[in-house]
């Protein structure tokens, strides 16, 4: 039995460096026992004195695919115990399987994989959830600091993040297994520290906790995928986490109050500019110079027919800057009744697929091919009707001014609807998925199952693999936009 010992938790070069000089001297990963002994701040790893195994280096020339470096590079930084050998067997198996990596169904390749998408989420959720406090220090003056507890070892590949995004603010970020200093010129690195190092909270968490009380939208009140997006374990961290029991108790009461008010009176401003936009204006008229026009000229929009029977016009929602926009067909039933996109059935779908996608809901735009909701009454039910091409013509002069104002990168078409407004013309949806189609105004798109498929599916198995399928282009999409 062959012992290698690592020189830290996270040392890739030491493990790349024996598992070399092993593989070239025909050691079988069951005859080899990876460990660590050493400190990542300490002396150099005991395999770095080791002059056999090292003088095998130099004789131990071989090539594997890029893709295999990088996917080993982030495995490395899990938590499991066993990710040495795993990384160590596949690297052995792939002289007699050179396509290893691509048998996605092997158990080996399919838990390689699935530590490195853990790492990724771990790398997104360090970044979103990092919350800095102000502290003062006499000789060096204001600096900032926080405490975050990562589920894996991600924080130095995360610290490059927060050097860019934050250039000239000194901060720190605390960790269990390492802490990241930045000075506004360079990175350091030192031991991981303990919570009690952590500062204590400041005056102005309360203005934050005020602030995101206050555009919490009770609508969008869905616990299972909040806890998929936002897990508990990170709630300590956050200011804001303290409310949330509070907002997910009250948001039922808060959705059926905002059903019964009339919707608010835009200002003035905003509603003669959607006049002028709107209200019997060519298909060439002036268009908005906001988001907040387009809210209010979709109110008085006459484009087509279907304002008549529908309750509101339901404009786009979402940040105005957001990297990736979907649209939808129309609004639905409760979508035309609360005046948002995507709080029904499908909005409900979407947002447990956004979640396992890994896809923030939050930093996306939403909006509809067709702004009213067109539908056949029978008894007291309103049962959706599929827009026709006229209707979806008329209202893509909304959705061009969306995707002006918006400008986002990537552009998804939820179903067959919204691929005629955004292609302008029948768009394939299984021939097209997870392909990048450039739009005239050089943002990508991409074609989708509209969620609202999903829940029509025959059985089980057959909503299982649609919905995986959505997943998947959910995360082509962000990735794509990335």
Request: some cysteine; overall charge positive; charged content about 25%.
């Amino acid at each position: 039995m062959r012992v290698v010992r690592l020189g830290s938790e996270t040392d890739f070069e030491g493990w790349r460096g024996a598992a070399r000089a092993l593989r070239a001297r025909g050691m079988r990963p069951q005859d080899v026992l990876w460990t660590v002994d050493g400190e990542l701040f300490g002396a150099a790893a005991p395999l770095a004195r080791e002059s056999p195994l090292r003088a095998s280096v130099e004789r131990s020339i071989f090539y594997v695919p890029r893709e295999f470096m990088a996917l080993a590079e982030a495995v490395v930084l899990h938590r499991s115990d066993e990710r040495f050998d795993l990384l160590y067997r596949l690297l052995w198996r792939m002289a007699g399987e050179p396509n290893l990596l691509r048998a996605d169904a092997d158990a080996d390749v399919a838990k390689a994989r699935a530590y490195a998408r853990q790492i990724d989420q771990a790398v997104q959720k360090m970044k979103a959830f990092v919350r800095f406090r102000l502290v003062h220090d006499a000789e060096s003056g204001e600096a900032y600091v926080a405490w975050f507890e990562p589920p894996h070892r991600v924080a130095e590949r995360v610290a490059p993040f927060f050097a860019r995004r934050f250039a000239n603010m000194r901060f720190s970020i605390l960790t269990p297994d390492v802490c990241v200093h930045w000075d506004t010129k360079a990175l350091a690195f030192t031991p991981g520290a303990d919570p009690a190092d952590a500062p204590a909270a400041e005056a102005l968490e309360a203005y934050w906790r005020t602030y995101c009380a206050s555009v919490l939208n009770p609508a969008r009140r869905n616990p299972q995928p909040m806890r998929g997006e936002t897990p508990q374990r990170y709630w300590r961290n956050l200011p804001e986490a303290r409310l949330i029991p509070e907002l997910v108790a009250r948001a039922e009461a808060q959705v059926e109050e905002m059903v019964r008010q009339s919707p608010a009176e835009p200002a003035r401003r905003i509603v003669r500019a959607a006049q002028r936009a709107s209200r019997d204006a060519p298909f060439d008229g002036q268009a908005p110079t906001s988001l907040e026009e387009v809210a209010a000229g979709v109110q008085l929009c006459r484009r087509c027919e279907l304002w008549r029977e529908a309750t509101q016009g339901v404009a786009g929602e979402g940040p105005g800057s957001a990297r990736l926009m979907f649209v939808g067909e129309q609004p639905g039933d409760q979508e035309d009744l609360a005046g948002l996109p995507f709080v029904g059935p499908a909005g409900q779908m979407l947002d447990k697929a956004l979640a396992q996608a890994g896809v923030p809901r939050a930093q996306t735009y939403v909006t509809n091919a067709v702004k009213h909701f067109k539908h056949e009454l029978r008894g007291k039910r309103r049962l959706h009707k599929t827009p026709d091409a006229g209707e979806v013509v008329a209202c893509r002069w909304w959705i061009e001014a969306e995707r002006r104002l918006v400008r986002p990168r990537v552009v998804v078409a939820l179903g067959a609807t919204a691929a005629l407004s955004v292609f302008g013309k029948p768009t394939p949806i299984a021939k097209m998925r997870q392909q990048a189609i450039q739009l005239p105004d050089q943002a990508q798109g991409v074609v989708t199952y509209h969620p609202s498929y999903l829940l029509r599916a025959p059985d089980a198995a057959a909503k299982a693999r649609a919905y995986a399928m959505f997943v998947e282009d959910l995360k082509f999409a962000w990735e794509l936009a990335a």
